[in-house]
């Protein structure tokens, strides 16, 4: 979502008329290609008043009603929720008086450090060959560069 005004003075809008804000609605990842979704942003164009909660879940609801999303890899409600979620936190960020009940959608997730771990074990020289240590024999030439593989 982009939401932006012709800045004043800008080349590209000169002699044109001041206008109002200037709301682009375009999702990827669900249909097969980036979609605009301008039904969604003349309802946003229409209002300066992102207060009403109403009026986020109207606008919520109608880009629920106009996703279509395509059958590709992961599960289509999932991508389509994402989409609402993704506007809907959007439309919570711009709305300076937000109820309690909606706070939540505006915190950012919490950062973790980077984890890490080892793993370590001890051959058991009873069951050898099985777990113990062998270099492959085809190890010097994979590493050496002189392999030939199929696409070589």
Known sequence: ????????????????????PNIIVAIGGVASTITRYTQVEQQLANTT?????TFIK??????????????????????????VNDLFKFLCLLNPNLPATYTSATTPWPTRPVSGGSQSFQPD???????QA????????????MAKYTND
């Open 1 to 20: 979502l982009q939401v932006g005004d012709a800045p004043a003075g800008c080349p590209r809008h000169e002699g044109h008329q001041e206008r109002g």
């Open 49 to 53: 008043d992102f207060t009403d909660t």
């Open 58 to 83: 109207q606008v919520c609801t109608l880009l629920q009603q106009s996703l279509v999303a395509a059958p590709m890899d992961g599960r289509v409600e999932f991508r389509k929720a994402t989409a």
């Open 125 to 131: 020289p009873t069951k050898y060959p099985v777990s």
């Open 134 to 145: 062998m270099i492959k024999l085809e190890a010097p030439f994979q590493t050496s560069g």
